[in-house]
T-cell receptor, first 113, second 114 residues
Framework: KQEVTQIPAALSVPEGENLVLNCSFT??????LQWFRQDPGKGLTSLLL?????REQTSGRLNASLDKSSGRSTLYIAASQPGDSATYLC????????????FGTGTRLQVFP | NAGVTQTPKFRILKIGQSMTLQCTQD?????MYWYRQDPGMGLKLIYY???????DKGEVPNGYNVSRSTTEDFPLRLELAAPSQTSVYFC?????????????FGQGTRLTVV
């Protein structure tokens, strides 16, 4: 059974720091991996989607990498800002049932001025 | 450009009551999903649908029912509410199951059963 774990569960940093959020999954056979952002009381916003054949994706200050063989993905946030404060979730899509997403528990990020 | 819209945003139910959580999307997506998110936990799939008239169970379907009579709407029904169903519910949709598909989420419905 695929399990997705995110470390750390919470992170508090000063503005301007570069951050790395970690996501690990137990079954390396995945179809794709997505990173989401969730603001308090709001829905999820998709940030980046990495196909199983890709190694990384970039969007602005965000860079997500994927290492399927080791079952890991990292989300790199450059020059963090208070507006980046949110919970970040990763989710994998298993190859045997690609219309499902299995989510991690999230990393709650706070960036203070 | 509404995307995925859920109603209501908040609801308090008494044990044994029933209600329907509404979800509609205007992106002509074939795939729709219902997830629940418990405090400190990841999202768990309740039900999903790959197109109008087709639904299937997810990880935690017990106590819920769904229907998909149109492409746009995917309501989630709670027949006999129980305290264990206190959670935040998210509806999502995606265009397809191809590698390029992204999932779009609604704002969530916070449900409390007392």
């Amino acid at each position: 059974k695929q399990e997705v774990t995110q470390i750390p569960a919470a992170l508090s940093v000063p503005e301007g720091e570069n951050l790395v959020l970690n996501c690990s999954f137990t079954d390396s056979a995945i179809y794709n991996l997505q990173w989401f952002r969730q603001d308090p009381g709001k829905g999820l916003t998709s940030l980046l989607l990495i196909q199983s054949s890709q190694r990384e994706q970039t969007s602005g200050r965000l860079n997500a990498s994927l290492d399927k063989s080791s079952g890991r993905s990292t989300l790199y946030i450059a020059a963090s800002q208070p507006g980046d404060s949110a919970t970040y979730l990763c989710a994998v899509s298993p190859p045997y049932n690609t219309d499902k997403l299995i989510f991690g528990t999230g990393t709650r990020l706070q960036v203070f001025p | 450009n509404a995307g995925v819209t859920q109603t209501p945003k908040f609801r308090i139910l008494k044990i044994g009551q029933s209600m329907t959580l509404q979800c509609t999307q205007d992106m002509n997506h074939n795939y729709m999903y219902w997830y629940r998110q418990d405090p400190g936990m990841g999202l768990k799939l309740i039900y999903y649908s790959v197109g109008a008239g087709i639904t299937d169970k997810g990880e935690v379907p017990n106590g819920y029912n769904v229907s998909r009579s149109t492409t746009e709407d995917f309501p989630l029904r709670l027949e006999l509410a129980a305290p264990s169903q206190t959670s935040v519910y998210f509806c999502a949709s995606s265009y397809s199951i191809t590698v390029s598909a992204e999932a779009f989420f609604g704002q969530g419905t916070r449900l409390t059963v007392v």
